[in-house]
C-alpha cells in the first residue's frame, strides 16, 4: 500500500481539464512544500511534470500545473489531448526519504 | 544532457544478491548538492523508492529494505552501485535510477532495466 492516495483512475474529453489528487498527512505532503509529479506512458520511464508542488521543468507544456491545500496535492491538466493519456504519479519528500502515490491512470475519451 | 542507464541481470535466484550498476553522464555525483536515488516499479504497480547516495557520500534507505540495500558511487567512473540480498520473487520489478534535484524531485531517469525473480 502506498504512502500516498490518488485516485485510481480518472478521465476526459480532449480540451477538457482534469485534477488528480493526492493525499497524504502533515509528515508528507502537507509538511513540505515538496511534492513532485510524474507522467509515465507504457513501457517507459517515469518523466517529471511538476515539482515543489507548483514548478514546471523547462519544455513541460503550461497546460500542466500543480497546486496543494494541507496534507493534498493536486495536478491539474488542461485542454486535454490524446498524448496526455498515461500514469500519473505524486510524490512527497518526507524526512529524507521519498513517498510516491499509487499511481493515477489517465484516460482521454 | 543528462543521461543514465541502469543495467544488471535480468534474471536472478532466490536468495541471491542483486548487483545494479547506474551509469550517468552530463553532471557529476562530486558537485556539490548531486544526489542519484534507485527507484523500483513491480509490474502494473506503483514506483517505490529505495536508496538515494548524495555527493558528499551521504546515504539514505527506504526504511523497510534498508537491511537489505547497499548503494554506493564511484565518481571517476560516473557509477552508482546498488545491491539488494537475499532477492525474492516480490522483488521483481523494473528498477530505475535517476538524477535528484536537491534530493526531492528525480530528473531525469534512466530508461530503467526489469528484474526477474525465479528458480
Known amino acids: 500500500q502506498s504512502a500516498l492516495t490518488q485516485p485510481a483512475s480518472v478521465s476526459g474529453s480532449p480540451g477538457q481539464s482534469i485534477t488528480i489528487s493526492c493525499t497524504g498527512t502533515?509528515?508528507?505532503?502537507?509538511?513540505?512544500?515538496?511534492v513532485s509529479w510524474y507522467q509515465q506512458h507504457p513501457g517507459k520511464a517515469p518523466k517529471l511534470m511538476i515539482y515543489?508542488?507548483?514548478n514546471r521543468p523547462s519544455g513541460v507544456s503550461n497546460r500542466f500545473s500543480g497546486s496543494k491545500s494541507g496534507n493534498t496535492a493536486s495536478l491539474t491538466i488542461s485542454g486535454l489531448q490524446a498524448e496526455d493519456e498515461a500514469d500519473y504519479y505524486c510524490?512527497?519528500?518526507?524526512?529524507?526519504?521519498?513517498?510516491f502515490g499509487g499511481g493515477t491512470k489517465l484516460t482521454v475519451l | 544532457q543528462v543521461t543514465l542507464r541502469e543495467s544488471g541481470p535480468a534474471l536472478v535466484k532466490p536468495t541471491q544478491t542483486l548487483t545494479l550498476t547506474c551509469t550517468f553522464s552530463?553532471?557529476?555525483?562530486?558537485?556539490?548538492?548531486?544526489?542519484v536515488s534507485w527507484i523500483r516499479q513491480p509490474p502494473g504497480k506503483a514506483l517505490e523508492w529505495l536508496a538515494r547516495?548524495?555527493?558528499?557520500?551521504?546515504?539514505y534507505y527506504s526504511t523497510s529494505l534498508k537491511t537489505r540495500l547497499t548503494i554506493s558511487k564511484d565518481t571517476s567512473k560516473n557509477q552508482v552501485v546498488l545491491t539488494m540480498t537475499n532477492m525474492d520473487p516480490v522483488d521483481t520489478a523494473t528498477y530505475y535510477c535517476?538524477?535528484?534535484?536537491?534530493?526531492?524531485?528525480?530528473?531525469?531517469w534512466g530508461q530503467g532495466t526489469l528484474v526477474t525473480v525465479s528458480s
Open positions: 535517476a538524477r535528484g534535484i536537491a534530493a526531492r524531485t528525480f530528473d531525469p
Open positions: 552530463g553532471f557529476s555525483l562530486s558537485t556539490s548538492g548531486m544526489c
Open positions: 547516495i548524495d555527493w558528499d557520500d551521504d546515504k
Open positions: 502533515s509528515s508528507d505532503v502537507g509538511g513540505y512544500n515538496y
Open positions: 515543489d508542488v507548483s
Open positions: 510524490s512527497s519528500y518526507t524526512s529524507s526519504s521519498i513517498s
